[in-house]
């Protein structure tokens, strides 16, 4: 089993950064993948964002050129880091972690853009 820690999100202005963050323990060593999903209210759930710990990573483009993704293999932990934030960005922002097996999923953390 993996477990999944996320924290970071809140309130933020239009054209403001926030920084998620997502720890994993548990069976770590199998896993292959970490990255983000979101969901807006009455919408679905959307991948944002990819990474493996090669470090090959993959952005959604409607996130390109604002978010980064990145990890630390030492601390099992994937970071979401987010610029030039709007209202549309708006969402529960949701860690994922994927081994051979199965896909775990973070308890989802609220991030809130005010105009």
């Known amino acids: 089993q993996v477990q999944l820690v996320e924290s970071g999100g809140g309130l933020v202005q239009a054209g403001g950064s926030v920084r998620l963050s997502c720890a994993a323990s548990g069976s770590v060593q199998g896993i292959a993948a970490m990255g983000w999903y979101r969901q807006a209210p009455g919408k679905e759930r959307k991948l944002v964002a990819t990474t493996t710990w090669g470090g090959a990573s993959n952005l959604a483009d409607f996130v390109s050129g604002r978010f980064t993704i990145s990890g630390d293999n030492a601390k099992n932990t994937v970071y979401l880091q987010m610029n030039g934030l709007n209202p549309e960005d708006t969402a529960i922002y949701y860690c994922?972690?994927?081994?051979?097996?199965?896909?775990?999923w973070g308890q989802g953390t609220q991030v809130t853009v005010s105009s």
């Open positions: 994922y972690a994927r081994n051979l097996f199965k896909l775990y």
